[in-house]
């Protein structure tokens, strides 16, 4: 599967925004995105064709769900188990978010529209 909503450069900048974590290999980094973009194509049901610059929600979602599963992959990118844990809140808070978002009905009839 081809990544599609998200990039490792761009879930290497989050990280690096919230931390300045030194980064897993691009292609781990793929392999959590690979998995974050099939749990949003489980929760949207396929009802979205993906456009980067009409879909922020869901390029955004997938980058902190990413981002959450590569700290959860290898916390050692980190100075302290600490760092990694606040890091991984926010994220998790972030993901959560879009993930309800994106279970919505609404949300996703939206979606299909713009």
Known sequence: MAV????????????????????I?????????????????????????????????????ATALAAYMCITWDIS??????Q???VADLLWQDQNRGLAFLADGNIKEYLTTV
Request: proline share 0%; net charge negative.
């Open 77 to 82: 990118q980190f100075d302290n188990e600490a």
């Open 84 to 86: 990694a844990r606040q």
């Open 4 to 23: 599609t909503y998200t990039s490792a450069q761009i879930v290497k900048e989050r990280l690096n925004l919230l931390s300045g974590a030194h980064l």
């Open 25 to 61: 290999n691009d292609t781990a980094i793929d392999t959590n995105i690979e998995m974050a973009e099939g749990i949003i194509n489980a929760i949207m049901q396929g009802s979205v064709t993906y456009d980067a610059t009409k879909h922020g929600l869901i390029g955004n979602t």
